[in-house]
């Protein structure tokens, strides 16, 4: 009986710690795997900002050769104004090769930290001690002196260590001169560091990086006050940018006193903590021109380094009003960042991005500007709030190690034993907790929240007139019922000059558009519903639905509706300059350049991604094709034409089994033969819009020879061939990098894989085109190609074939438009088509 009680009091008791690890460890603070941190030369351990950095001789390290190495100590006057003072009185003085061995419990990326301060010792002079400090792996510091400026230093690596021991071995270099070490830290790390990142010299993508060992540099809170370690979740130092930042052009320091937004980040708590990123520096709007803001470095001359610039946008008062330029060097690394766009719409949400500089400047200094974004609808600004350089060959020398007696091994087994049960509760929290986060990390971050990212209603003049509904018809979907209207038909009638075929902007299987006018002279677009059409009842209720429930930048808004006398009419935000389809063939607007339509791609994909993981429920939009991907007047891209929509596969379901529907040229081969629809047939339709983009040809054209009619089928041979530059449009391909158009054939080939599961999902399409971009971005600039002028005088290339040549002269030739039908009248006119 009484053993009963003290048992259930044990598993509660264990229930509670496990459930207090998990709360800790994944709401508050980051709880490392291994966590060491040693006092060396020490007898007591030194507790420095609630950190107990344990004696070296405790046994929570290994150490080699105890009886030939010395342990140090020196006045507390010497260290007294430092921060950490007491790690810095003791050293541990090795005379031959010695080292610390450390098991480890978690692989991946540590934190490794070597403090040093050398003081006079007996015999010893510290401050002439040169030495060579190693793992098994690489060779941390060669030939070292500690710098006797009389304050200590640290130096700390980021290791990816794939052992169960790490040997940190030190050897004395030179006559007469020791080794020494007065404080270590080895602590695991999240993964911070992605394998592939953009290069800038030259352009490119790097790969690799996940197990390259990197030296920190610089860490600077740029704009904001030192953080030191107990201030950071990785007990990291950010410095103050005062000693780097090139009083050139002025600028502002910015404060949020706010809460920053991770949830929708790229970047969590453990990149860098609030204090790094509710802290920035920004150019200052003046009426004067503005110029690049600087900040420059000593470096190693001719090595390379990754560059990671910390961003959050705390100074905007509203979205999408601040875009900036970042360089490093001469290098371009973004053109045009808009921190909004990244973070859905958010504002002070927090965000990186990496670059390699593979080779510094000779001269051994390395610079980082912030400049204005040449748009010129932006007022010049642009912040930075943190910034880090890492080092990425530490050094060349080979390694020395000193490997610990075995007996000292299995003495630490008894301890590490004696301690399991505790040990492995903390490892099943820690391995919970790193399984979220990866989760997170690995998929682009979803929208949260609909509302947060919804984009002002315009055009709404009309609604002064009180014609909002009170009472709410069964059409507006009862959640979301708020953010549409219903609109009078007299209202639209004058606006649309009574349904004028003038006002005609287009016509689709739903019926037409129409463009309107209203009184204040705001525009809107009218879709007016084929009264005749039974299923067009249907679809315009699932337009509603769903409409008013989207608000999003990359989505066509719908304004409101009507649904007197009968009618089905829809009204949305008018889009200037139409479809992305009369941009890129048939008509004769001016072309669009190379960067423009990935930035195109990228907004559409952007609006896609947000269908599909935006909700609760995934929305398929059926029916990607660039005529349903609308311009605004600036050329921002909008997903529009939801009437196909069908909410996607719940929970167990993997898809929708539907009658097909879609656009010809556009369809998921696997969805046309098994009838079974995910959202990775709009990834296939998508894969073909990227086509379309790249070689500016209708998608069915029957004109042609039989092997080319098809543009998936056709396109995607050369991409195999490794030869889909001898098919992008002629009119920009000599301004798209190589490097760029690779990665973009790589995601179209990917797209358009035979079954869904091999396809990418929109969020890892997404990310692919944005690093497409960067790809272009990088680097000298090829904008100043991208007018038309310069392009003409461009060879044209010899191997394209002819009758590709959409833009030909030939008048009589009108191209059957296949793209624009529904699929179920669209398969007997290819019939006659291809019959004629
Ligand atoms: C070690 O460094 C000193 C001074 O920093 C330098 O004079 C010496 O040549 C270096 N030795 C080697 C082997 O690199
Ligand atoms: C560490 O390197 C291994 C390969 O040696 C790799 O599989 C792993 O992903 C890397 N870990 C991190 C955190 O980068
Ligand atoms: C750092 O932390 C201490 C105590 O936790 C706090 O008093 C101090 O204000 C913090 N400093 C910053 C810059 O956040
Ligand atoms: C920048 O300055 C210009 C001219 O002084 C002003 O019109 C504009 O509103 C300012 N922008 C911001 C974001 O302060
Ligand atoms: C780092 O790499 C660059 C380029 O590969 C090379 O020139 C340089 O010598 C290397 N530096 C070190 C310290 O290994
Ligand atoms: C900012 O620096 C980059 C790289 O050095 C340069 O190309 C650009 O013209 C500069 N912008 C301004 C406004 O000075």
């Known amino acids: ?60 390290a290994i150490l080699t050769t105890p009886t030939q190495s010395t342990a140090a100590t020196t006045s507390p006057n010497l260290v007294s104004g430092f921060e950490g003072a007491m790690l810095y009185q003791t050293a541990r003085i090795f005379v031959v090769p010695s080292s610390y061995a450390f098991m480890l419990k978690s692989h991946g990326r540590h ?23 190693s793992t098994q792996d690489v060779v941390l510091l060669d030939n070292f002196t500690a710098p006797s400026s009389s304050s200590p230093v640290f130096k700390e690596y980021s290791l990816n260590i794939t052992r169960d021991m790490l040997i940190l071995t030190f050897v004395p270099l030179g006559n007469n001169t020791p080794a020494f070490v007065n ?21 490119g993508q790097y790969l690799g990086l996940s197990t390259q060992p990197l030296q920190t540099f610089y860490r600077i809170n740029v704009g904001g006050p030192k953080v030191t370690p107990e201030n950071d979740t990785l007990w990291r130092t950010w410095v103050t940018d005062q000693s780097s930042f090139v009083n050139s052009t002025p600028t502002t320091l910015a404060n949020f006193p706010g809460k920053l937004n991770f949830q929708n980040g790229l970047a969590t708590e453990e990149d860098a903590p609030d204090s ?39 100074v905007s008062k509203a979205p999408y009003q601040l875009l900036f330029d970042v360089y490093v060097d001469s290098w ?12 859905f719409g958010n504002l002070a949400t927090p965000y990186y991005i990496d670059a390699v500089l593979l080779s510094s400047d000779p001269s051994g200094k390395l610079s980082v500007s912030i400049g204005p974004s040449a748009v010129k609808i932006a007022a010049p600004d642009g912040i930075l709030n943190g910034l880090e350089i890492m080092k990425m060959n530490i050094s060349t020398g080979s390694v020395s190690i000193v490997a610990p007696p075995s007996v000292a091994r299995s003495h630490l087994g008894v301890i590490l034993g004696s301690v399991l049960g505790v040990v492995a509760a903390v490892v099943i929290a820690i391995v919970i907790c790193i399984f979220f986060r990866r989760k997170n990390k690995l998929h682009p971050p979803a929208p949260s929240r609909p509302s947060s990212s919804w984009t002002p209603l315009n055009g709404l003049s009309f609604l002064t007139t009180g014609s909002r509904t009170t009472s709410r018809t069964t059409l507006t979907s009862g959640t979301t019922g708020d953010t549409s209207y219903r609109i009078p038909f007299v209202v639209l009638q004058d606006a649309t000059n009574h349904f004028d075929e003038q006002m005609v902007i287009g016509v689709g299987g739903f019926g037409k558009v129409y463009k309107a006018v209203m009184q204040d002279g ?86 896609l991604h947000y269908l599909h993981t935006g909700f609760a429920q995934s929305i398929i939009h059926r029916d990607v094709k660039s005529a349903n991907i609308l311009l605004d007047e600036n050329l921002l891209a909008k997903v529009s034409d939801f009437g196909l929509s069908k909410v996607g596969p719940e929970f ?52 042609l020879p039989r092997d080319m009619i098809n543009l998936a089928e056709w396109a995607i041979k050369w991409q195999k061939r490794g030869e889909l530059d001898q098919i992008v449009d002629q009119r920009i391909a000599g301004t798209v990098r190589p490097e760029a158009l690779r990665k973009f054939g790589e995601t179209v080939e990917k797209c358009l894989a035979e079954y869904g599961v091999e396809r990418p999902t ?19 600039d090829m904008s100043n190609i991208n007018s038309m002028n310069q392009i003409s005088e461009l060879p044209s290339n010899p191997k394209r074939v002819s009758s590709l040549d959409i833009s030909s002269t030939d008048q009589s030739r009108v191209p059957i438009d296949y793209s624009d039908m529904s699929t179920s009248n669209a398969f007997s006119q290819l019939i006659n088509a291809e019959g004629r």
């Open 183 to 203: 404080a270590i830290e080895v602590i695991s790390v999240p993964d911070l560091i992605t394998d592939s990142v953009l290069s800038l010299d030259p352009v």
């Open 522 to 607: 705001s525009k809107l677009a009218v879709k007016r519903g084929n009264q005749k059409s039974h299923q067009g009842l249907r679809e315009f209720r699932t337009e509603i639905e769903l409409l008013s429930g989207l608000r999003h930048r990359h989505l066509v808004s719908l304004i409101g509706y009507c649904d007197e006398h009968n009618e089905m009419i829809l009204v949305y935000e008018y889009m200037e300059k139409g479809t992305l389809k009369s941009h890129l063939y048939g008509g004769d607007m001016p072309p669009l350049s190379w960067k423009k339509r990935l930035e195109i791609c990228v907004g559409a994909a952007r609006g």
């Open 332 to 343: 371009s690394v973004v053109k045009d960042l808009d921190l909004s766009d990244k973070a």
């Open 276 to 314: 790094v990123y509710n802290t920035a520096r920004r150019l200052q709007n003046s009426t004067r021109s503005v110029s690049n803001m600087t900040w420059q470095f000593d470096v190693d001359a001719r090595s390379s380094y990754l560059i990671r610039f910390h961003l959050c946008d705390i």
């Open 652 to 703: 167990d379901q993997t898809h929708v089994s539907t009658a097909v529907k879609g656009s010809f040229g556009y369809l998921d081969p696997e969805y046309f033969r098994r009838q079974k629809l995910t959202d990775k047939s709009d990834v296939y339709s998508f894969g073909v819009v990227l086509l379309e983009v790249i070689c500016a040809r209708p998608v069915i054209d029957p004109t």
């Open 762 to 780: 929109m969020g890892d399409v997404l990310w692919n085109l944005e690093f497409v971009l960067q790809l272009q971005e990088a680097g000298p």
């Open 111 to 133: 934190f490794v930290r070597l403090h040093f301060f050398p003081f006079k010792y007996q015999s010893y002079d510290l401050t002439t001690a040169t030495f060579k400090v």
């Open 1 to 60: 009986m009484d053993s009963t009680v003290v048992g259930l009091k044990l598993v509660v008791l264990a229930l509670s710690v496990a459930i207090w690890l998990f709360g800790t460890c994944c709401h508050a603070d980051f709880t490392p795997a291994d966590d060491y941190l040693i006092n060396c030369g020490s007898t007591v351990d030194a507790t420095v900002d609630h950190r107990v950095f344990v004696s070296d001789t405790s046994g929570a």
